[in-house]
């Protein structure tokens, strides 16, 4: 299916019984960016030594692992949809290096 339609039903690009995992993590990486922010200054809790959002790569990578790319591409969207450009840039560079991701 088209990313245009994928995103304007809301239909993540995984099998059926994922997607109400999918939208869960996608809820709870928002939350995080509202919150927290995907990014830090400093490598304190709950941000790892490259000062990236700890539970926010967890959810990355069970993304990648349930659909790989073109699932974190789509939960990229949503979540960018939600939380605006520039805390999007941060979960972009939050997730660096999880399987083919590229910031």
């Known amino acids: 299916m088209n990313e245009f339609f994928q995103d ?4 993540p690009p995984c099998s059926s ?4 995992e999918v939208s869960k993590l996608i809820e709870e990486l928002i939350r995080i960016g509202k919150t927290d922010d995907y990014l830090s200054e400093r490598p304190v809790p709950p941000f790892n030594l ?9 959810i990355g990578q069970r993304l990648h692992d349930i659909g790989e790319l073109p699932l974190m591409n789509y ?5 960018r949809r939600k939380v605006g450009k ?7 560079y939050c997730w660096a290096e999880i399987g083919r991701w590229l910031p």
């Open 8 to 11: 304007l039903l809301n239909i």
């Open 17 to 20: 019984q994922y997607r109400a």
């Open 50 to 58: 490259q000062c990236r959002h700890n539970r926010a790569r967890q």
């Open 75 to 79: 939960a990229f969207r949503q979540t």
């Open 86 to 92: 520039q805390l999007a840039a941060h979960l972009e």
